[in-house]
């Protein structure tokens, strides 16, 4: 067969690209959705890979390991947002795996119902806790590659039980200690998360 250069290239380009598919192997869902089911209801998530990949991957990782069954909603601040994924129903933090690197640099919106990570004042801490803005936090927002312009990584949003979180961040909190002062009474559970199938 008598090719050019050029369209060698290209096909040697579409080989590699449909390798995957011909293997069998998925390439992975661009939005993957997660079930949260909390004893407040439940809250889907659809999760965004393209523009937050590392993000995404941490937190389905903690997902499938069932890190998150059983902790709760920790920290929650009334027209602000809601946190959890770091401890346990009897407040007890929980051992994670290492910090990632902080993609608040990716274009999204700390807005109203998008989830994000959250951290300590290093920008790159982030860990497991995340949090759900139940309105819009532009300030969180990254500004610069500084401690304090970092931002904090949006990495997907809330689709189905907005109205669940909205419940979540309107009850009463009171302090366990001297570390978890804004508890919701009554505690919220996370009591499963899954990956939804397609």
Do not use: C, W
Not at 123 to 151: K, M
């Amino acid at each position: 067969m008598n090719l050019s250069f050029s369209r060698y290239a290209a096909l040697v380009i579409l080989l590699l690209l449909a390798a995957p598919a011909l293997a069998g192997e998925a390439r992975p869902d661009p939005r993957p959705r997660v079930l949260m089911e909390t004893s407040a209801g439940n809250i889907t998530l659809e999760l965004d890979r393209g523009k937050a990949p590392l993000t995404v991957e941490n937190f389905l990782r903690y997902v499938r390991d069932g890190f998150y069954d059983g902790t709760v909603f920790h920290r929650v601040v009334r027209d602000f947002m809601i946190q959890g994924g770091g401890y346990t129903s009897d407040f007890r933090k929980k051992q994670t795996r290492p910090p990632i690197r902080n993609e608040a640099d990716n274009g999204l919106s700390n807005r109203r119902g998008t989830i994000a990570m959250a951290r300590t004042s290093d920008p790159h801490s982030a860990t497991a806790q995340f949090f759900i803005n139940t309105v819009n936090n532009r300030h969180l927002d990254f500004r610069a590659p500084t401690e304090a312009g970092y931002g904090y990584a949006v990495f997907g949003k809330v689709i189905s039980g907005i109205n669940v979180v909205q419940r979540i961040q309107s009850l009463p909190t009171r302090a366990v200690n001297k570390r978890l002062v804004n508890v919701p009474q009554p505690v919220v559970v996370i009591e499963r998360v899954s990956v939804i199938e397609k």
